[in-house]
Structure formats: structure tokens, C-alpha cells
């Protein structure tokens, strides 16, 4: 069984920095993308970030220069590193993996205040 936990979010002020982690279960966590989405109210979910099993991110362009996903392959754990919050990021964040199917995470509410 598949479980993806999620855990960082919460209310900071715009500027702030974040940092949400995700830790992963029942997968082999080594051969799969990992990828942060955010859903904000009234919003498509959207992607924010991804990482490769081979090491390659792929970033949203409001994401870029600001946001950093990494990855412990020994922890099975999957970060995203939220600098120069904005209002504009506030939204639920959600962990996925993307194996024979994706698998998402219960999500994490990340509030930004101007």
C-alpha cells in the first residue's frame, strides 16, 4: 500500500520561507518522479515541481528562483524549499509520485499573508 505523508505547511508572512516534506511508502522510492502540486481555491491543481529518480527537477516558471525540490532516496522523503513566499502561493500542496499510477498525498496547507 502506497502512503505518501505530508508535513511543513502552514502560515507564514510574504517573504517567508517554507519547507515541506513528504515521506514515501510502499514504492520503490529510488525509481520513481516525485512532484510537489498545489491547489489553490477555486483552481486547477497545478504542477510546482518535480525530481526524477536519475536526478533531473523540472520547475514551474513561478516556481523557478524561488522554490528548490530535493530528494533522499536513503529516507525515501521528498522536499520542497519555499523561499520569497508570496499571497499568490497560498494554496494546498500536494505530494505525488508518479509509478504505474500516481499516487497522491493527503496535501498540506500553505498560507501566505501579505
Known amino acids: 500500500q502506497v502512503q505518501l505523508v505530508e508535513s511543513g505547511g502552514g502560515s507564514v508572512q510574504s517573504g517567508g520561507s517554507l519547507r515541506l516534506s513528504c515521506a514515501a511508502s510502499?514504492?520503490?522510492?529510488?525509481?520513481?518522479?516525485m512532484g510537489w502540486y498545489r491547489q489553490a481555491p477555486g483552481k486547477q491543481r497545478e504542477l510546482v515541481a518535480t525530481?526524477?529518480?536519475?536526478?533531473?527537477?523540472n520547475y514551474a516558471d513561478s516556481a523557478k528562483g524561488r522554490f528548490t525540490i530535493s530528494r533522499d532516496n536513503v529516507k525515501n522523503t521528498v522536499y520542497l524549499q519555499m523561499n520569497s513566499l508570496k499571497p499568490e502561493d497560498t494554496a494546498v500542496y500536494y505530494c505525488?509520485?508518479?509509478?504505474?499510477?500516481?499516487?497522491w498525498g493527503q496535501g498540506t496547507q500553505v498560507t501566505v499573508s501579505s
Open positions: 510502499g514504492i520503490i522510492f529510488s525509481r520513481v518522479t
Open positions: 505525488n509520485a508518479k509509478g504505474r499510477t500516481d499516487y
Open positions: 525530481a526524477g529518480w536519475d536526478g533531473f527537477t
